[in-house]
């Protein structure tokens, strides 16, 4: 495509997106009317794709100015990212297939712009502002995290002391992790696993590692596309909850001999591993939808294959012995590096929370360390998801207040 298609074909996604993402809407005709983030510049990491544009232009309509860059090398739409940084307020330095040094030279671009408020998804802006660019955390207001693992990465920071700026952990919202984690990963893996291998699901045997809120919804969702499902933990509890819910759950080394289709969704390294690809089935395919690209361990399958080839977009065969292991994506999240990531929907309910995130933190001083998302901006997204849908619900009674914050009314 040539620039001009280019610029077309992000503005149409972009379009699409804004159509099914209500909440947001209405922020955005709030955000025009009242300009609360004008003044301030918003520095952002996240998978550069529509609905990510969707939020962009939303806190640009606020009144902030924004630059952007990605938050993994292989999600990145490059129609997207040119349609943003053709837009007003904003810049986008995302690219596509970046290598590691383009990767960080774009984060470092988006830091020059000294920005005072940040988003992030996986935490590589806050890692970059707290050590080679620590000169400018004393205009940091504050920033948002987007997903699981940079929340855990910033909270060990906080626990050594080492976190030097306020940030919302906007993946523990309710109205995000419970949505966003569960439905969206449960629909959109599979979405980049059947697009990416053109492969049946049902029948197979699935292998789900790790049972957490993303692991759930995958294995939800294979169980309807008629799959088999092994689920693999370390938390006796998740690995009980498994089970109730119809799941096989046994360790990896047994899962590996048995499996035909495998997805990584815990957030930690080497889920799968030397000793697993030494039993698991010829064909086997790999997938993650958890973090970065350790959860499958590429290092110990390089190490045992022969030969390493690509044989179709976005998929690489591993020939060890005579036996062929196929990895999706590099490894790095399926549902992102080979499909759209998650439904609009859902991205609606995440990012506006981010959105009344970014203004929070522009009308509210933050001490610094990890803050939870106000409960009532939660609640306000659930109830403006609910009546988007034309759903209403029941009022507790005044009767019924009393009552359950009561003692006295026994049986
Ligand atoms: N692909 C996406 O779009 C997407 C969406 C949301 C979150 N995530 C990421 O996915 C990961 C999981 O997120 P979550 O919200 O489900 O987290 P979670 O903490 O709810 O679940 C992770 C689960 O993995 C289990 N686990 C950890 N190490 C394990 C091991 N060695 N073997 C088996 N199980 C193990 C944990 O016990 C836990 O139950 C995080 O890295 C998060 O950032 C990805
Ligand atoms: N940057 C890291 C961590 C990403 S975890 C995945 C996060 O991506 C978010 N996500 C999933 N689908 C989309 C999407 O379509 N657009 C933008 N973000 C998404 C989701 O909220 C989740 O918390 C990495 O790439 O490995």
């Not at 544009?53 to 309509?61: D, K, N």
């Not at 997938?287 to 959860?295: K, L, Q, R, T």
């Not at 549902?335 to 522009?362: K, T, W």
Request: glycine fraction near 8%; hydrophobic fraction near 40%.
């Amino acid at each position: 495509m040539n620039d001009t298609e280019m610029l077309e074909s992000g503005n149409m996604k972009i379009d699409w997106v804004l159509n099914h993402m209500p909440v947001l809407n209405i922020i955005r005709e709030q955000f025009a009317k009242e300009k609360p983030l004008a003044g301030h510049k918003v520095a952002m990491a996240l998978h550069v794709e529509a609905k990510t544009a969707a939020l962009v232009e939303t806190l640009a309509i606020g009144g902030a100015e924004v630059a952007i860059t990605g938050c993994n090398p292989l999600s990145t739409q490059d129609d997207v990212s040119m349609a943003l940084h053709n837009k007003d307020n904003i810049q986008c330095f995302a690219k596509y297939d970046c290598c590691n040094e383009e990767y960080y030279e774009a984060i470092d671009k988006v830091l020059d712009f000294k920005p005072d408020i940040t988003i992030d998804d996986g935490a590589d802006l806050i890692f970059k502002l707290h050590t080679e660019r620590t000169d400018l955390l004393p205009e940091i207001l504050g920033g948002c995290e987007e997903t699981t693992t940079g929340i855990h990465r910033l909270k060990a920071m906080e626990r050594d002391g080492a976190l030097k700026m306020p940030v919302i952990a906007v993946n523990d919202a309710m109205t995000k992790f419970l949505f966003d984690n569960r439905y969206g990963t449960g629909q959109s893996s599979w979405d980049g696993i059947m697009r990416t291998t053109n492969l049946l699901v049902a029948g197979k045997n699935v292998v789900i590692g790790g049972y957490g809120w993303c692991g759930k919804g995958a294995a939800m969702r294979a169980k309807g596309l008629g799959a088999n499902v092994i689920v693999t933990e370390i938390d006796p509890i998740r690995a009980l909850e498994a089970r109730m819910d119809g799941n096989s759950v046994m360790p990896m080394k047994e899962a590996a001999k048995i499996g035909d289709i495998f997805l990584t969704t815990t957030g930690n390294r080497d889920i799968l591993k030397k000793e697993d690809f030494e039993v698991i089935n010829d064909g086997a395919i790999l997938a993650n939808a958890g973090h970065f690209n350790v959860e499958i361990n590429l290092e110990d399958l390089k190490a045992m294959a022969g030969s390493v080839r690509t044989v179709r977009n976005n998929i690489k065969e591993y020939k060890i012995g005579e036996k062929r292991v196929y990895v999706l994506a590099d490894g790095r999240l399926v549902n992102l590096a080979a499909g759209d990531g998650h439904p609009a929907e859902v991205m609606d309910m995440s990012f506006a929370n981010q959105a009344l995130c970014v203004r929070y933190i522009a009308e509210n001083k933050l001490s610094d360390g990890v803050h939870a998302v106000p409960h009532e901006l939660d609640i306000g997204v659930a109830e403006m998801k609910l009546m988007s849908m034309g759903i209403s619900i029941d009022k507790l009674s005044d009767e019924q207040e009393a009552y359950m914050a009561g003692w006295e009314t026994g049986t």
